[in-house]
């Protein structure tokens, strides 16, 4: 149990286009959902929480009309990265909250490589 | 602010040697700590945590120690074994933090050879 995807795995696309990133909590239902970006050898950086039906939490720096946020359903949250460059290039990862039968942890997507070319 | 800091790697050892990965984090309060593993390919997976100072965290022959004193919670493992290579993360959640959210050290990668 516990399993969140997300999709795709990878993803190239051209500079000043916009790329969009799932999220599924494929077991559980999550009322919270975490998006982080991780660059090589480095940790993972917290961008934005996001609760079901609200809007997103981002932390500072992180720019939200940049990266745009929707939790729609208990299982699904996206990421939109709109009008890319190549510095928005990273490994995206999520996670999901689970509730009392899943201890509350948060459990991890296998990310997704976004490259900006 | 809060942080968590743990040793760089990469760690290499030999198939059943005694693995330490050092970590300390700086928090108000009484933070939660845990340590995740990603596998190659995979996801954050949790392998172990505690709550409270003084409270051992343990999994799969993994410990770890909170230490109120040290601010320290360092993990640790007996005899490693090649399936043991990943990437180890020490993180914490603040306590009083409601939004639940884990900062994380910067993740240390082990390779055991056989």
């Given amino acids: 149990g516990a399993v969140v995807s997300q999709h795709p795995s990878r993803v190239i696309c051209k500079s000043g286009t916009s790329v969009k990133i799932e999220c599924r909590s494929l077991d559980f239902q999550a009322t919270t959902m975490f998006w982080y970006r991780q660059f090589p050898k480095q940790s993972l950086m917290l961008m934005a929480t996001s609760n079901e039906g609200s809007k997103a939490t981002y932390e500072q720096g992180v720019e939200k009309d940049k990266f745009l946020i929707n939790h729609a359903s208990l299982t699904l949250s996206t990421l939109t990265v709109t009008s890319a460059h190549p510095e928005d290039s990273s490994f995206y990862i999520c996670s999901a909250r689970g509730g009392r039968g899943f201890l509350y942890e948060q459990y991890f997507g296998p990310g997704t490589r976004l490259t900006v070319t | ?114």
Avoid at chain 2, 55 to 63: H, I, V
Avoid at chain 2, 75 to 93: I, M, N, T, W
């Fill in chain 2, 1 to 114: 602010g809060n942080s968590v800091t743990q040793m760089e790697g990469p760690v290499t050892l030999s198939e059943e040697a005694f693995l330490t990965i050092n970590c300390t984090y700086t928090a108000t309060g009484y933070p939660s700590l845990f340590w995740y593993v990603q596998y190659p390919g995979e996801g954050l997976q949790l392998l172990l945590k505690a709550t409270k100072a003084d409270d051992k965290g343990s999994n799969k022959g993994f410990e770890a120690t909170y230490r109120k004193e040290t601010t320290s919670f360092h993990l640790e493992k007996g005899s490693v074994q090649v399936s043991d290579s990943a990437v180890y993360f020490c993180a914490l959640s603040a306590s009083g933090d409601s939004s639940y959210k884990l900062i994380f050290g910067s993740g240390t990668r082990l390779l055991v050879r056989p």
